[in-house]
Structures are given as structure tokens and as C-alpha cells.
């Protein structure tokens, strides 16, 4: 699942086109590649990035999927708020219009066969970013599969749906949820969410809540047939352990196709695989990364099967 290292490319220009705020401590840099076509990443690599006039570089990974690249010649970067110089100049100074400069570098990405793979995502706090960059290459390329054999076919429906474990310290710490929600509401990925210093919901997932109800209240006036709800991720209170990893595997084991990872009803398909046969990614705080990796050893998957970036 992971590429060969990978030697960081030259520097090039790119033009910030907006800033958003991700959390209260994670700002969004999207980011226009001068030319784009010059340009190009694999799943799960990261960037250089200069600021003119700052001596210190940054490093971050790309949250976006290359195909996003080559369709609009935009890349998305992820920067978490810290002492750093470039971080500290995206949270307070970057604003659509000023010019930066990347380089891309990293061996830490995916491999063209992995969406016939189980796969288990493991992410702590920004370490989502990495991982989002894979997860939306393997959404795309289900639903390429899908439109193949069957055009005119719904919601995703795959015999591995990717598995999600992600862990904040906050409930309004979870970077790109918006986004993580959307594929899990198309079937494409199974998603559990954890919350290490306070519990309680995410605020996407409030606004999610409020949204369906409020469309359930429009259905029961309108008596439009019967109500439909949306299924959300479980949120659960501490860190990821051994337990959780051990639930997340045994599900991508038997191919279970629910949408939802505390839904094992029944109707789901399988089709029963092999520890050997599972890929495991694992991107956070440093600890954070190595105990899930001890952990997933310590459950029987091969050290060539577990995968982790250690840059930061």
C-alpha cells in the first residue's frame, strides 16, 4: 500500500485562492499551482512550503486528491495553529491572492491496487490530513468502478468499505468532517470517531442531526411517505485501544457493507479475508501513531501491512 520513498521535488509557485477556518485551531489553504501541469502528488504526500521572506520551512501534508489537481489545478493543505513561522503566518497573514511556494515529498501513499484492499484508516488530530488525501482517491476510484459495471447504480456498495478511526482532543477539533460525513452518507467509507480531553458531538454532526430533523418535520406535514434518516458515525469517548482496532478489523474481515460502524445488522454482504490480506495506515502524534502500531502488530497484522508516516 505504500509507494517507494519518494525525493522531494523542486519548488513552484502557487497562488493562495481562499482560506477557511476547519476548527478553531485549523485553517484550509487552497491553492492554485502555476502551471498545474508541471505539478503532481500521490495520495498522502506533503509539501515544502516557503513563504517569501521567512527563512523557516513548513511541512504539511496535501488533503486533497491529485485528481482535483488535474481537474481544477488546485491542491488543499491543512495547517494546524503552532509556533512555527509558516503556521503562524497562515493563521495570521495568508489571504487569497499572496503567492507561496511547494515542493512535494513523502513515501507515505497509496498503491494503485488498494481499493481492492480492506483498508483501516488510524488518524489523530491533524493527522487526518494524509489520510483524507487517500480516502478521497479511493472514493474516486469506487465510484469509477461502480459507474463501470453498473451506470445507472446508487448508492456505493463496496465488499471492503474502507474503515475510519479517528480520534480529537475537542469535539470541534475534527478537520475535514464535513467531508468524511458526505462519503460515509454515500456508502463509500465507515467512519467511528473518538474524543480524548471533552466528550460530546462534533459540531458537523449536530448540524447534520438538525438538518434531518428538521427534514423529518417537513416530511410529517407534507405526509410524504415514510421518514428517512441519516446514519452517523458512533462517537466515543477516549482513545483509540485495542478493542476498537480489533471491531474495526474484524469488520473490514468479513466485508461488512453497512454505512454505519455500529451496525451489524443483518443482510450485510461478506466476504471473509485474512489479517494478511488487510492494509493499515496510521497518521498522528507521534505516541499517539506508534502505540496503534504496536497494538495492530500485537493483533496479527504482518509489519508489511501496517503503514505509518513518521515525519512529524
Not at 499551482?33 to 508541471?38: C, I, M, Q, T, Y
Not at 495570521?92 to 512535494?104: L, P
Not at 481499493?115 to 487517500?134: Q, W
Not at 428517512?228 to 458512533?234: A, M, S, T
Amino acid at each position: 500500500m505504500v509507494a517507494a520513498a519518494t525525493a522531494v521535488s523542486r519548488a513552484m509557485q502557487a497562488t493562495i485562492e481562499s482560506v477557511v477556518t476547519e476548527t478553531p485551531t485549523v485553517k484550509m489553504l487552497r491553492m492554485k499551482l502555476e502551471p498545474p501541469s508541471n505539478f503532481g502528488f500521490a495520495p498522502g504526500q506533503w509539501v515544502d512550503f516557503h513563504v517569501p521572506g521567512l527563512q523557516a520551512v513548513g511541512g504539511y501534508s496535501i488533503c486533497s486528491t491529485p485528481s482535483q489537481l488535474q481537474q481544477t489545478g488546485t491542491m488543499d493543505l491543512c495547517v494546524k495553529r503552532s509556533g512555527h513561522p509558516c503556521a503562524q503566518w497562515v493563521h495570521a497573514e495568508a489571504s487569497a491572492g499572496k503567492q507561496v511556494s511547494v515542493a512535494v515529498g513523502g513515501s507515505f501513499t497509496l498503491q494503485p491496487d488498494s481499493c481492492s484492499k480492506p483498508c483501516l484508516f488510524v488518524a489523530g488530530g491533524i493527522g487526518i490530513t494524509a489520510l483524507s488525501s487517500m480516502l478521497g482517491s479511493l472514493v474516486e476510484q469506487q465510484q469509477q468502478h461502480q459507474q463501470q459495471q453498473q451506470p445507472n447504480a446508487g448508492p456505493l456498495h463496496q465488499p471492503h468499505r474502507p474503515f475510519l478511526l479517528y480520534s480529537a482532543a475537542e469535539p470541534s477539533e475534527f478537520a475535514l468532517l464535513k467531508q468524511l460525513l458526505h462519503w460515509q452518507q454515500a456508502g463509500a467509507i465507515n467512519m467511528q470517531l473518538h474524543t480524548t480531553r471533552t466528550h460530546g458531538l462534533p459540531p458537523v454532526l449536530q448540524e447534520a442531526i438538525n438538518q434531518q430533523q428538521q427534514h423529518l418535520q417537513q416530511q410529517q406535514l407534507q405526509r410524504t411517505g415514510a421518514a428517512q434518516g441519516i446514519k452517523l458515525p458512533r462517537v466515543l469517548q477516549g482513545r483509540i485501544g485495542s478493542s476498537h482496532l480489533a471491531a474495526a478489523l474484524k469488520q473490514l474481515r468479513q466485508g461488512t457493507s453497512s454505512s454505519n460502524s455500529s451496525d451489524s445488522s443483518s443482510g450485510a454482504t461478506s466476504s471473509e479475508c485474512g489479517l494478511q490480506d488487510v492494509a493499515a495506515c496510521v497518521c498522528g502524534p507521534p505516541q499517539m501513531s506508534e502505540d496503534v502500531v504496536q497494538a495492530l502488530l500485537r493483533l496479527g497484522l504482518p509489519h508489511t501491512s501496517v503503514h505509518t508516516e513518521r515525519w512529524w
